[in-house]
């Protein structure tokens, strides 16, 4: 994974990780600004976990991250093929009205 967060998807990724880490400060945020190794390092802290243990949150976080957005990516892709279907039923019903 890139170490680092591009700044658009930072701002994505502040308020869920706010969320995760509830202790961390709007500054905290600012000083972390998409970095990774100084998010792993204010794990470290402000929540007291070790080296491996900020690793492993930083881990696990991004992974359920990534998860999440291919679990929307996948519904989203779902609800367009059957709004694309429903459509072209309509097209189809339209098309035969007009030749009968």
Request: no cysteine.
């Given at each position: 994974m890139?170490?680092?967060?591009?700044?658009?998807?930072?701002?994505?990724?502040?308020?869920?990780?706010?969320?995760?880490?509830?202790k961390?400060?709007?500054?905290?945020?600012?000083?972390?600004?998409?970095?990774?190794?100084?998010?792993?390092?204010?794990?470290?802290?402000?929540?007291g976990?070790t080296?491996d243990?900020a690793?492993?949150?930083?881990d696990d976080?991004?992974q359920?991250?990534r998860?999440?957005?291919d679990?929307?990516?996948?519904?989203?892709?779902e609800?367009?093929?059957?709004t694309i279907?429903?459509?072209?039923?309509?097209?189809d019903?339209?098309?035969?009205?007009l030749?009968?």
């Amino acid at each position: 994974m890139n170490t680092d967060v591009s700044k658009g998807n930072w701002e994505e990724l502040k308020g869920k990780i706010k969320q995760k880490w509830a202790k961390f400060t709007d500054q905290d945020l600012k000083s972390i600004e998409g970095n990774a190794e100084e998010l792993k390092g204010k794990l470290q802290k402000t929540y007291g976990y070790t080296k491996d243990k900020a690793q492993s949150e930083f881990d696990d976080f991004f992974q359920n991250s990534r998860a999440n957005v291919d679990r929307m990516k996948a519904e989203g892709t779902e609800k367009t093929n059957d709004t694309i279907d429903v459509a072209k039923t309509k097209v189809d019903d339209v098309n035969r009205s007009l030749n009968s």
